[in-house]
């Protein structure tokens, strides 16, 4: 083999082309000895890595920061509960799991589902559970409405109202008095505060009610059909959806968020989509969802969350390419993916609770030293005195990674 087809072959491997990991049972993710290599091969600066990890490790109580460039796993630490083989409850990171496996079963299930992500879900088809409607305004909306938030249904908290990129709506928190409704119900019954893809209001229950769509077609809870189509492929390790809350155990899976996965498993998530949805030879994940998730879309034009995933396409990440796209999670957990830079990200992060075995029913069994048993939440600047937030700091770790590239 001459010279220039040898160092063909080299750049190719280089940039992780054909490259997939195998399971950590079998040997995980390649590694590079030291930091000149990473510098060299990966084109990353490891003390700039550090920087990366010393902010994100202010701003949770557990976690870790973990980065894969050309297929490389170039950076992994840890703090506090956070571990290799912790799983904790991620929460909202959850919500792009549940869109990923619903475009997973939009193209398996074609035929039951022909106009996708326009079809409107509120009737007797889709969601039999829904009917009679209680608004009726309801039957207009759309899979791809829920799966970016611009289902007009009411958000949680007192999270505002956008709409064309304005929080034009302070919305009040809706009253909860009476008995609580059953998961399912409590999702379809949220109000609508617009018209349907007349605005945009984080509201959890918009991607539980697309796994409930999800449900009714494949016959199977999302978790296991997310056990089938990509953990069993991708061949991750311990795992499970966190289904318990306080004493109650939910029935279905809750599509709003708490997957509890291994940190190096969120990569091999993450590395599929960067890799336009290929797992060695199989098509895991539909290319043509990916690059859906990854930049604007029709679907909702007031805000920047494309099928659960913040796309930063309007630059609102300043120091961060303009094609990277991500999802926050409560606690400050963050899985980030960068296709420019040939780079996934996953910000571990978390708070006692999210790593009590008791959520998920995983048995976690790894050393903790109970070094941030009285930690307390760094203040964002020297010119606030609050907390490091959730999307704030998911943010700030994306732009200090990116900032670490060198070539």
């Given at each position: 083999?001459?010279?220039?087809l ?53 701003s ?24 290799r083989e ?24 074609k ?111 999302m ?9 069993k ?85 300043a120091g ?17 993916v960068?296709p ?58 994306l ?9």
């Amino acid at each position: 083999m001459n010279a220039f087809l040898t160092g063909l072959l080299l750049a190719h491997a280089a940039y992780g082309e054909d490259y997939f990991p195998k399971p950590d049972t079998a040997g995980g993710w390649r590694t590079l000895p030291g930091a000149a290599a990473i510098r060299k091969t990966a084109g990353m600066d490891v003390k700039k890595l550090d920087q990366a990890f010393e902010y994100a490790s202010r701003s949770s109580q557990h976690g870790g920061l973990l980065v894969v460039r050309h297929g490389w796993l170039v950076y992994e630490r840890y703090y506090g509960r956070g571990h290799r083989e912790a799983n904790p409850a991620t929460a909202s990171v959850g919500k792009a799991y549940t869109s990923i496996a619903s475009g997973i079963m939009l193209a398996e299930k074609k035929a039951a589902i022909p106009e996708g992500l326009d079809t409107k879900v509120f009737n007797e088809k889709y969601l039999p559970e829904a009917m009679p409607l209680d608004d009726p305004a309801k039957a207009a909306i759309t899979l791809g409405q829920l799966l970016s938030m611009s289902a007009g249904l009411h958000g949680e908290g007192s999270n505002p109202g956008f709409v064309n990129g304005e929080p034009t709506s302070k919305l009040t928190p809706i009253p909860r008095g009476g008995a609580r409704l059953e998961q399912d119900l409590a999702a379809l019954r949220t109000p609508l505060w617009t018209a349907p893809g007349g605005g945009y209001s984080y509201a959890s229950s918009s991607p539980h009610v697309a796994s409930m769509v999800l449900r009714k077609l494949t016959g199977m809870e999302m978790h296991e059909y997310i056990g089938l189509r990509l953990a069993k492929p991708l061949g991750w390790g311990q795992w499970a959806w966190a289904m318990r809350r306080g004493e109650t155990v939910l029935p279905h899976t809750p599509g709003g968020g708490d997957i509890a996965l291994r940190s190096t498993d969120h990569l091999r998530f993450l590395y599929a989509i960067l890799k336009k949805g290929r797992w060695e030879k199989q098509q895991v994940i539909p290319a043509d969802y990916i690059e859906l998730c990854g930049k604007p879309t029709k679907w909702n034009v007031h805000a920047p969350m494309s099928l659960m995933f913040e796309n930063n396409a309007d630059g609102h990440v300043a120091g961060a390419p303009r094609d990277a796209f991500f999802k926050s999670g409560g606690g400050g957990f963050g899985v980030i993916v960068v296709p420019s830079l040939d780079m996934v990200i996953y910000k571990m992060a978390g708070d006692d609770a999210q790593y009590n075995a008791e959520r998920t029913g995983l048995k976690q069994d790894y050393p903790y030293d109970g070094s941030r048993n009285s930690w307390k939440p760094a203040v964002r600047s020297q010119f606030s005195d609050g907390p490091i937030g959730t999307d704030d700091s998911v943010r700030r770790v994306l732009e200090m990674v990116a900032a670490a590239v060198i070539e």
